[in-house]
């Protein structure tokens, strides 16, 4: 799904339409999703998986206070390259959490690349890469979100082109501004913008207006 900037007009100058969010995992054992609700935040990714051996043991109680708060969710898995395959990882993560329904408050599980390369070759990690989103798809019609840094991308699949009809951008990048993204992306859907947030994790803005953030929770 191609998710566009909207434009709109304020006191004479041109903004860009956003809306905020935030991520976490069991580092932030305590989270007051209805005040980061009553704040603006309007969406919130949480740690579901790593490999095919890890659940995050927050996860579940992460989500149903997100859901209670009325935030739209979805569940991350953090890729393990090195140990098992694209496609038993995704397997794992759609087995504990990390699954679509059209239910309309329910984000693409998103695959959170970062770290090393994991001794893999350019071309061996979009394979792996490409294993993993294609099995996703597979199960629930969907392709996650792909979380990445400009370096990462660079370094591990040599600036890859091969997502950007097809995986959202959720792009990584501590600055005031989102820069070009990598890999050919015209833009990124969502950008973690800061490793602090007021309310636990990270903080995180979509790029669209909310009826835009919706649309990509209910495909």
Not at 25 to 52: C, L, M, N, P, W
Not at 197 to 205: I, L, N, R, V
Request: a negative charge; glycine letters at 12%.
């Amino acid at each position: 799904m191609r998710l566009f900037v909207t434009t709109v007009l304020s006191l004479g100058s041109v903004a860009i339409a956003a809306v905020p969010g935030f991520d976490i995992s069991h580092y932030q054992s305590s989270v007051d999703f209805a005040a980061a609700y009553g704040s603006g935040a309007r969406f919130v990714i949480i740690k579901a998986t790593e490999g095919t051996t890890y659940i995050d043991p927050s996860f579940s109680s992460h989500y149903s206070g997100a859901t209670s708060a009325g935030l739209i969710r979805g569940g991350y898995h953090f890729a393990h390259p090195d140990s098992s395959s694209g496609v038993d990882q995704a397997k794992y993560f759609l087995a504990h959490g990390g699954g679509w329904s059209k239910d309309g408050i329910t984000l693409p599980g998103m695959l959170d690349l970062e770290g090393d390369c994991a001794g893999l070759s350019a071309s061996a990690m979009v394979s792996w890469i490409k294993d993993f989103s294609d099995t996703y798809y597979g199960s629930t019609g969907r392709y996650p979100l792909l979380y990445t840094n400009p370096s990462w991308w660079s370094s591990c699949t040599g600036g890859s082109n091969a997502f950007i009809n097809t995986n959202p951008l959720v792009l990584a990048r501590y600055s005031s501004s989102a820069g070009t993204p990598p890999g050919g992306w015209p833009y990124y859907t969502i950008w973690q913008f800061n490793d602090a947030y007021q309310y636990g994790g990270d903080s995180d803005t979509f790029n669209g207006e909310f009826s835009s953030l919706q649309k990509l929770a209910s495909g």
